[in-house]
Antibody, heavy 121, light 103 residues
């Protein structure tokens, strides 16, 4: 059974940093791209960024709203994807979901339960 | 960037009704369109991929159609457990969502 479990969310002050983790199980983690998607309270879904598998270079892409502040990385030996969030803003407050993605096109076929990040002073 | 316009934003229907949601792309996206269901307080779930393919385990009352710029998501006979918000998605862009309620 595929499982994705996010951790690391919480309350953080504007301008500070936070790192989220996504621990995967039930599939060969290294064979897949991984994406992060967020949802602000009462709002819709917003893609944050993704990291390709090593077979596709392990490269990353980001939404314009987070480019330069957020960094996605992966540790295939531990089956974990990370979302490093720096210079956080109040508008980054959201539930952050980790999703399994495809290297050849966006398809989010499995999702974690989400972790809430609240940016507030 | 390709824009996705989903409608309606909300919908109220009775159990047993046929429900239709549309999603329009600002340019031709072939069949690269997926549909998700999000129940309150839960993570989204993939229902339909590549416009018309039903994800494994998803009830057959759900279906999708379309290609190019115009796409449709249909629930053939609405059930109480279908109360959710539905999203279309193309590449890394989601539609605005359709909140479905029981009348």
């Amino acid at each position: 059974e595929v499982q994705l479990v996010e951790s690391g969310g919480g309350l953080v002050q504007p301008g500070r940093s936070l790192r989220l983790s996504c621990t995967a199980s039930g599939f060969t983690f290294g064979d897949y791209a991984m994406s992060w998607v967020r949802q602000a309270p009462g709002k819709g879904l917003e893609w944050v960024g993704f990291i390709r598998s090593k077979a596709y270079g392990g490269t990353t892409e980001y939404a314009a709203s987070v480019k330069g502040r957020f960094t996605i990385s992966r540790d295939d030996s531990k089956s974990i994807a990370y979302l490093q969030m720096n210079s956080l803003k109040t508008e980054d407050t959201a539930v952050y979901y980790c999703t399994r993605d495809q290297d050849y096109g966006a398809l989010f076929d499995y999702w974690g339960q989400g972790t809430l990040v609240t940016v507030s002073s | 960037d390709i824009q996705m316009t989903q409608s309606p934003s909300s919908l109220s229907a009775s159990v047993g009704d046929r429900v239709t949601i549309t999603c329009q792309a600002s340019q031709d996206i072939s069949n690269y369109l997926n549909w998700y269901q999000q129940k309150p307080g839960k993570a989204p779930k993939l229902l339909i991929y590549d416009a018309s393919n039903l994800e494994t385990g998803v009830p057959s009352r759900f279906s999708g159609s379309g290609s190019g710029t115009d796409f449709t998501f249909t629930i053939s006979s609405l059930q109480p457990e279908d109360i959710a918000t539905y999203y279309c998605q193309q590449s890394y862009t989601f539609g605005q969502g359709t909140k479905l309620e029981i009348k």
